[in-house]
Each structure stands twice: as C-alpha cells, then as structure tokens.
C-alpha cells in the first residue's frame, strides 16, 4: 500500500497542516508516502509542484495545476488522498482519475448554510462538492456533527464517509505548569477569522459592550486576521468601547504564550466542522467559553463553558469565570483533560485502519 496525500495548500494553515501531519505520522510508521502540495516545509516526502496563486481566483485555478502536476508523475499510487474537494477536483481532472482508490477529506459544508453572496463562487463550489461525492471511493470527515450535516446536505450514503478526528499540535500547544502569570485586569483572549459570518466575530464586540456596561473590569484582545477590513473597530467606536484592542497575527512562536496568559478564552462560532482555537487554548489550561453550535458541543465536551452564540449567554459565562476563581480554575483543569484526546498520532492510526479496509 501506498499512498499520495493531495493539496492545494501549503502547509502552514488549516488544512494545509491536516495533510502534512497525517502524512508526516505515516511516514514515520514506515507507510511509502507522497505529499503533493503548493508550498511549505520541505520532509522526505513532499513534493512542492509550481502553483501560480491569484488570491481572488485561488480556488479555480487551483484544481488545473493539481491535475497538471499528476499527469506529469510517471508513478501510480494504491490510495490518492485529497485533502480539500478542490484537490480531489484537481485529481479528477487528471489521468490518475482511474487509478488506486481515491479519498476526499470534506471538513465541512459551511458554504451552503451561509451561501456565498457571488453566484459564480457558490455555483462552482458545488461543483468541486459534488464531483468530491459522486467520484470518490471514500469520504473521510472530522467529526461525527460534520457526518450527519454531510449527509443531511447532500444525501450522501452515511456508510460512503468515516469520522476521523483531527489532532493538535501538543508540542505548540500545552500548559507550561511552570510559568505563571496574573494580569492587571480580567484577560479574555481570541483567536480565529475575523472577517467570514459564520466565525460571528461581532459577538466578541457585543459581549465586550455587555461587559462594560455592567462596569466590569476586564481587557479582550482580538488577535487573527486584519480587523481593519471588518467592521469590527467601527462597533467599537461606536459603543465607545475603552477595554477592546485588535492584536492582529499572533506569530507561531508566541501562541503557547497568548493563549495561556489569558483568563478566558472566546469563541461565539456560529458553526464549525471540527474547532482548533477553543481546543488549542485548552490544551494551554486557558479557561474556554465556546458556542457549542456545529461540531463545538461534540469535540469540546465538558472541556469548556458552552452555551449557544448569543452575546448575552457568552457574556454570562464569561461572568461566571470572573466571579468565580474556583470554576476558572476547573475549567482550565478540564480543558487540558479534553484537550489530551485528540492526537495526530491517533488521527494517524484511525486513517491507517481505513486504508486498510478499503484496500481488501
């Protein structure tokens, strides 16, 4: 068995690292891997083909040099596994299409419950969607939530897709018991995009304005993204917000420290397929209040305050922790406990036995 792992990513971000960990985890177990991807660190197994990225286009011209780079390759491999449904539609469109056994790894589909504006993106994404479904052998997903969502969605078979959940990077992400820190003032702390609706970063602002209008005492940094594209610093301004500061992009180097010197960790996500900052931010025993909306309830558990993505319910919890030492101090407890159970070690292990299976 032998397996090339398909991206038209590079590795830094998202699921640009999905890839790149499951096949950095196979390799070292031995398995003959290939991952074919833009850009990223170079390992034994990358293969960084040209890619011409034309940001407002990214998503069309993609999938043309996906295929070109694999009518190039002279070998064939047992399993194609895409990362994306525009790597698997890159696949399809190349003369390996008839070859091995194809997987698509679809994280979600967060595009048809907030449908993209511009007729043209959403049209051709449900093209790269179905073709994802209809010509793939296997669909893997992260979460038993993103499952039923597909399968309500598209009507996909339920046994065409398996769950594997994703890891955490817990050697970036971790509590140093350590290192110790008391902030001045109440810390709350996010991480994520600013800027997409479902990520419902207005409701950091409304939560903030609930907060200060109470009179509480507390300081919420905003970091990800460029906020200056959003209309998040005119709420802002126009709540006359004094304790709200955007921090912009949190280097990689310094993320184990934002994330544990907060006091709370926010995330009002309206929907998520799996959910990284919120398990990230435990992993670093940051007490985390989280939407339990999409797959937030399923993969945070008990690990975190849940409650839906209403401001006014997410400011309670984020009173709850203020108020009470002793439930910050539990939270921050379970948050490492959950955090614990998801490995790219385990992922790695779930993806093998399914490999295995389709290949009898």
């Known amino acids: 068995m ?34 074919s991807r833009k850009k990223g660190t170079e390992f034994p197994f990358t293969n960084h083909y040209h890619h011409r990225s034309l940001k407002n286009l990214r998503n069309y011209i993609a999938p043309f040099y996906m295929s070109r780079e694999l009518n190039q390759q002279h070998r064939e491999y047992s399993i194609y596994h895409a990362d994306n449904i ?11 299409n008839k070859t091995g056994k194809n997987i698509v790894t679809i994280h979600d589909v967060i595009p048809l419950h907030f449908k993209n504006t511009n007729p043209l993106i959403h049209q051709y994404y449900l093209y790269q969607l179905n073709t994802s479904i209809k010509q793939s052998d296997l669909i893997i997903t992260v979460s038993e939530t993103s499952k039923i969502d597909l399968v309500n969605m598209t ?3 339920p046994d065409k897709v398996k769950v594997v959940y994703n890891g955490i990077d817990h050697s970036t992400f971790y509590w140093d018991k350590n290192f110790k820190t008391q902030n001045e003032k109440f810390t709350i702390r996010y991480l994520g995009g600013l800027g997409v609706v479902h990520k419902n970063a207005v409701a950091l602002i409304e939560v903030a304005r609930i907060l200060e209008e109470k009179g509480l005492d507390f300081s919420m940094e905003i970091g990800s993204g460029n906020a200056a594209y959003t209309n998040l610093p005119e709420l802002v301004e126009k709540y006359q917000l004094q304790n709200v500061s955007f921090v912009g992009y949190v280097d990689d180097k310094d993320l184990q420290q934002f994330l544990q010197t907060a006091d709370a960790f926010l995330y009002p996500s309206k929907f998520e397929g799996f959910g990284f900052p919120p398990l990230e931010a435990m992993a670093c025993g940051t007490a985390t209040v989280s939407s339990n909306e999409g797959s937030l309830g399923e993969v945070l558990k008990n690990g975190a305050l849940l409650s839906t993505s209403a401001p006014e319910e997410l400011a309670e919890n984020i009173i709850k922790l203020m108020e009470d030492e002793n439930l910050k101090k539990e939270y921050e407890l379970k948050g490492i406990e959950t955090a614990k159970k998801y490995t790219w070690e385990k992922a790695t292990k779930d993806l093998e036995s399914i490999y295995e299976n389709l290949m009898l």
């Open 2 to 35: 032998n397996i090339q792992f398909l991206s038209c990513l590079e590795g830094k971000f998202g699921i640009g690292q999905y890839s790149e960990r499951l096949a950095q985890g196979m390799y070292r177990n031995g398995l003959e891997i290939l991952l």
């Open 86 to 96: 525009d790597a698997f539609t890159g696949f399809y469109w190349s003369n390996k």
């Open 155 to 157: 009507n996909v078979s």
